[in-house]
């Protein structure tokens, strides 16, 4: 096998085997893992992408500046934490810190709504995205697929 077959950014082989879920395919490829197949020739493809955006909600002043002061109050303590590291013993570490999450928690509320307030109703909602196909082919370089369809073939289940 070259240089190019291995790190070519599309696989070239033959299919083995096509599943529904990529659980599937993960797990056929697991379980040639185990049978000791050179499991390097193998990879999972997806095909016929989809972006797929869940909305969860409805966005609103008051929901944007409650998520910005948890990102402050997180930011607020990581910055907290660093300081105290740097402090001197004079000052306490505790009180430090827990300044630095309240300024954080107050300016991320502050930004989170004046943001939003900014956005001009666009983008009300919030949601989450990923990237989803309807297919997953586990597709093996040429000299080796023969011997993975015969190991697959053991394991039960699709195979080509």
């Given at each position: 096998m070259s240089a190019q077959e291995l790190y070519s950014d599309i696989p070239r082989g033959q299919v083995v085997g096509t599943f529904d879920t990529y659980l599937e395919a993960q797990t056929a490829v697991d379980f040639l893992s185990d049978q000791e197949f050179p499991v390097q020739h193998v990879s999972i493809v997806g095909s016929d992408l989809r972006m797929v955006e869940r909305v969860r909600g409805r966005l609103t002043r008051g929901r944007a500046a409650l998520a910005g002061a948890g990102s402050g109050a997180w930011f607020g303590l990581f910055v907290g934490l660093l300081l105290s590291l740097?402090?001197?013993?004079?000052?306490?570490?505790?009180?430090?810190i827990a300044a630095a999450v309240?300024?954080?928690?107050?300016?991320?509320?502050?930004?989170?709504?004046?943001?939003?307030?900014?956005?001009?109703?666009?983008?009300?909602?919030?949601?989450?995205?990923?990237?989803?196909?309807?297919?997953?082919?586990?597709?093996?370089?040429?000299?080796?697929?023969?011997?993975?369809?015969?190991?697959?073939?053991?394991?039960?289940?699709?195979a080509l």
């Open positions: 740097f402090s001197s013993s004079e000052t306490s570490d505790l009180g430090l309240l300024y954080g928690l107050v300016f991320g509320a502050v930004f989170g709504f004046v943001g939003h307030a900014l956005s001009g109703g666009r983008r009300d909602f919030t949601s989450t995205s990923k990237i989803v196909s309807s297919k997953y082919d586990v597709v093996c370089t040429w000299a080796e697929a023969d011997r993975a369809r015969e190991v697959l073939a053991r394991r039960g289940g699709p």
